[in-house]
């Protein structure tokens, strides 16, 4: 009886600590953010207005997983915990995502295979560039930001 008694309360406790450690998107200036967030919507989005920012907290702590800021032309913007963005999305966006967010020869591969084709998403993760265009073709960049895969749009 002892032994189901302590299995009992050491399962109550792990679910309790489960429930009370979890996810919480809190809203949050971008004067909040990072500086690098900042800087970036000042280099790359000058003019356009922030439609609203949030942060998602692991809660009981308060420290920030991620931030996601959303403008006012239909951009969604992430960044991590430091600042440094991950991805941006603009399939909705009135504006295309500038081209100069890309390494060199990921930009001049688009250009140059690609003329007309504008950005409308593109996600860093791993050492890869994983792009979606207006012509709805999907680019993949590797760590040395050749052209990887690419994959035609579904028809």
Do not use: C, H
């Amino acid at each position: 009886m002892k032994k189901l008694f302590k299995v009992l309360a050491l399962a109550m406790v792990v679910v309790l600590g489960a429930a009370t450690a979890s996810a919480e998107r809190v809203e949050m200036p971008v004067s909040k953010m990072p500086s690098q967030v900042q800087t970036f919507l000042n280099d790359y989005y000058p003019g356009v207005s922030v439609q609203n920012s949030w942060a998602k907290m692991m809660r009981p702590t308060t420290e920030p997983m991620w931030y996601r800021v959303n403008l006012s032309n239909g951009t969604k913007l992430w960044f991590d915990l430091t600042g440094n963005w991950y991805q941006v999305n603009a399939k909705k966006s009135t504006t295309p995502i500038t081209i100069d967010l890309l390494p060199n020869d990921a930009r001049k591969t688009i250009t140059d295979q690609y003329p007309g084709a504008t950005v409308k998403s593109v996600k860093f993760q791993k050492d890869q560039y994983k792009i979606k265009l207006s012509d709805g073709q999907k680019l993949t960049f590797d760590k040395t930001y050749g052209l990887q895969v690419k994959k035609d749009k579904k028809k």
